[in-house]
């Protein structure tokens, strides 16, 4: 089974923060990037990365969840886990090609040395947060090699310059 990462970050690797959700809004093609990538597959998110997204999900999404708390239960259909082991178990269990990891920080860190591809949108941009920043993980610049860039400059339907960046294993 394939393991892959996609996020967006800003160029300090900034991904959201404790309040949740992202920190930039208006960015129209990577959102439409990340929803063509992520269609008909397995997605791995943090509770409350699964709860941000709430009516997001298609029904041809295959949510995992990894949560500490044992007595969560998920207002829709989704697999629950405790583990990251245990999720992988799972979707190997349930013959899943590719499991796609969509965050948070945590089970970012905890899948990066694990994955196959990272998929980042990095936004030409800074952002600041209001309270305790969350970052995307540093990964071993020797595992992961570049395998396709594109650029984007600032549009009517993006208000920041962005790169796609697909580094594969």
């Not at 093609?29 to 009516?55: I, N, P």
């Not at 994955?115 to 600041?128: G, K, N, V, W």
């Not at 020797?142 to 600032?154: L, V």
Request: aromatic residues 10%.
């Amino acid at each position: 089974m394939k393991l892959s990462l996609i996020a967006a970050m800003d160029e300090n690797k900034l991904i959201g923060s404790a309040e949740g959700g992202l920190p930039w809004q208006g960015i129209e093609q990577d959102r439409d990037h990340f929803r063509s990538y992520v269609e008909g597959k397995a997605l791995l998110l943090g509770r409350k990365t699964f709860e941000e997204m709430k009516g997001w999900f298609d029904t041809d999404h295959r949510p995992y969840i990894l949560t500490r708390d044992r007595n969560y239960v998920p207002e829709i259909s989704a697999k629950v886990a405790f583990s990251f082991d245990e999720v992988i178990i799972q979707a190997e269990k349930e013959r899943e090609n590719e499991l796609v990891v969509c965050g948070g920080a945590a089970i970012y860190e905890r899948a990066i040395d694990s994955a196959d591809l990272i998929i980042l949108t990095i936004l030409h941009s800074t952002f600041i947060v209001q309270s305790e920043p969350k970052f995307f993980p540093k990964w071993d610049p020797k595992k992961f090699i570049e395998i396709s860039r594109r650029e984007f400059a600032p549009s009517e339907n993006n208000d920041f310059g962005m790169s796609i960046v697909h580094l594969q294993s």
